[in-house]
């Protein structure tokens, strides 16, 4: 989708609010919107590409101007209700209780597997690599261009790479494909390559710094043999 | 006869939360999925907890002050950053697959990740808001020189070449920054100490003692 989320060469935007001394959290709330990545993880709400799509489907406005770990409460809400786990009014109807009573306590249980699943993924992670007999169709120093078209749904083909043209620099190996996995699909393993732009290529000459490259990670579908190379099909 | 169009059950009007509203909207989500079996306040704290005490930029600091010390570890690091990393027991979630980018007196790395948040964590934690937010994430690709010098006081030549790793995939960038001069006799956790979040970002360099 062309969503707000989308902000690679957006202008406008002002400085960097720089913080110093920034701590970890700066409020009780955002460790537990924190948590609710990794917990409904496991629950089953989502995988990482959802959890992502989920925020990208904030009001666009709301985006830009809320803290970051409202984004994440955002997506839990959202995966929540449409799993049918949370009900939208005992939400609002909690919401109200805690807004007029901030200090009433959270229930209480405990859960040692949840604690050491805590502990566990930390440690161990959750890699997006699988394993795939697809065959790579490019190479190291290959030139291609991104597809310039507008996908519906989630996506990591970012706008300001579309129809661009580079060079693969890296080549990763097969990872879960988020066109697939963030809408609801397979993981339908994918290669991942690096692709190297010049500034200018994205920006044009009149405003691209000097000197520069910028690297973006693309799926295989995302890309097709630069015009002019061997064997290029577009 | 006229219909009202329906909206989307996660799209609201846009009027901004304030943070009583936010923190008492993640409360009653956080007591349904306790209830439910989904959450738990100790595991809430517990997770917290790992990022703000035992997870942060100190492990990439390590990672960096062995490289600058050991050429073969460096070696390793610029070609599997991951396994490379797991020697010294530093890996996880958000950097299962790690890319290290080296600086160098003509090359200049710094990450972002324009579409959300991604940042290597085993590393450096979980990451400062001003990379999450829109003003870092919208210009660095843009104007990488104009933010690094305006935004953040680090003024790069035009012989230096800017690279900027946009982390759209799941594999995880970070730099290993130049070791400053003045630096020549000491040892790692000495040098460890002088590495910065920021210069393992690139928005920063390390500063000579």
């Known amino acids: 989708m062309n969503g707000v989320h989308d902000l690679g060469g957006t202008d406008g935007l002002g400085p960097v609010p720089v913080e110093e001394e920034e701590p970890v959290f700066h409020a009780e709330w955002e460790k537990a919107a924190f948590g609710m990545f990794s917990m409904p993880f496991r629950a089953g709400f989502f995988g990482v590409d959802q959890f992502r799509f989920g925020i990208e489907q904030m009001h666009p406005a709301i985006y830009l101007l809320s803290p970051y770990y409202e984004h994440w409460a955002h997506t839990v809400e959202h995966f929540g209700v449409e799993k049918g786990v949370l009900d939208p009014a005992d939400i609002e109807e909690r919401t109200r209780y805690y807004l007029e009573n901030p200090d ?5 249980r405990s859960d040692p597997d949840l604690l050491a699943f805590v502990d566990g993924v930390v440690k161990a992670g959750a890699s997006a690599a699988r394993e795939s007999d697809k065959k790579a169709a490019y190479a190291v120093g290959d030139r291609v261009r991104v597809l310039g078209s507008s996908p519906l749904g989630h996506t990591r083909r970012a706008r300001y790479i579309r129809g661009r043209t580079g060079e693969i620099v890296l080549a990763h190996g097969t990872f879960i494909y988020p066109d697939s996995a963030g809408n609801g699909g397979g993981d339908a393993p994918e290669h991942v390559y690096t692709v190297r732009f010049t500034n200018s290529e994205l920006w044009g000459e009149e405003t691209a710094e000097p000197n520069g490259f910028v690297y973006f990670d693309v799926w295989e579908p995302y890309i097709v043999p630069a015009a002019g190379t061997e064997g290029s099909a577009a | 006869m006229s219909t009202t169009p329906t909206r989307p059950p996660t799209v609201r009007q846009p009027t901004v939360r304030t943070q009583e509203e936010i923190a008492a909207r993640v409360k009653a989500l956080e007591a349904i999925m306790i209830e439910k079996g989904i959450m738990t306040t100790e595991a809430v704290d517990r997770l917290a907890e ?3 005490n035992e997870v942060g930029p100190q492990l990439g600091a390590a990672v960096v002050a062995k490289a ?11 070609r599997d950053g991951t396994a490379t990393c797991r020697e010294l027991g530093i ?3 958000q950097g299962e697959d790690m890319v290290v980018v080296e600086n160098t007196d003509t090359v200049h790395n710094v990450i972002v990740c324009t579409l959300c948040s991604c940042y290597p964590w085993p590393v450096l934690g979980l990451p400062p808001n001003w990379y999450k937010g829109p003003q870092y994430r919208s210009r660095i690709v843009r104007e990488p020189r104009k933010v690094l010098r305006e935004d953040f006081g680090l003024d790069l030549p035009e012989s230096v070449e800017v690279r900027v790793w946009d982390s759209s995939s799941e594999m995880r960038y970070w730099v290993l920054p130049l070791r400053p001069a003045g630096t020549e006799g000491m040892d790692e956790q000495a040098l460890a100490a002088l590495v910065t979040r920021d210069s393992m970002i690139g928005t920063g ?5």
């Open chain 2, 50 to 52: 790992i990022y703000e």
């Open chain 2, 91 to 93: 890996g996880g979630l």
């Open chain 2, 205 to 209: 360099v390390v500063p000579a003692p």
């Open chain 2, 68 to 78: 600058w010390t050991d050429p073969d570890f460096r070696e390793r690091l610029l």
């Open chain 1, 104 to 108: 009433a306590p959270l229930p209480q």
